[in-house]
């Protein structure tokens, strides 16, 4: 179960309410509606932040010493990103490394 499902899970069947539970666990940061709602869709975690801070792939991959192409087979599924890379682009995106996992079930 990936952290979306958990919270929508813990807060009831209305998906706006899912960042209820990132903001009981850091009340200073929030899930923004945007992203949340991208992740809901089928948007992956790290596309969705990446939309949401206003970067492309290759600025992205640029800040945590990767390339574009590798960004771009995360987003689509094609490969997961390592716990190192998942720090450098948490770190980049100014989110927590577990938000940016995609719930593989």
């Known amino acids: 179960m990936g952290w979306i499902d958990q919270d929508i899970e813990r807060d009831g ?5 899912a960042n209820t539970g990132a903001f009981l666990k ?3 940061e929030t899930i923004p509606d945007s992203v949340l709602a991208a992740v809901l869709d089928g948007s ?3 596309k969705a932040f990446r939309e949401h801070r206003g ?3 290759a600025q992205l991959a640029k800040a945590a010493g990767t390339s574009s192409a590798y960004i771009s087979q995360i987003e689509r599924n ?9 720090v450098k682009l948490a ?9 940016l996992e995609r719930d593989e079930n």
Request: charged share 30%.
């Open 78 to 86: 094609g490969r997961r990103a390592g716990r190192k890379l998942r």
């Open 26 to 28: 850091n009340p200073s």
């Open 13 to 17: 069947p209305n998906g706006r309410q």
């Open 44 to 46: 992956h975690p790290i």
């Open 55 to 57: 970067m492309t792939q």
């Open 91 to 99: 770190k980049t995106l100014r989110v927590a490394p577990d938000l």
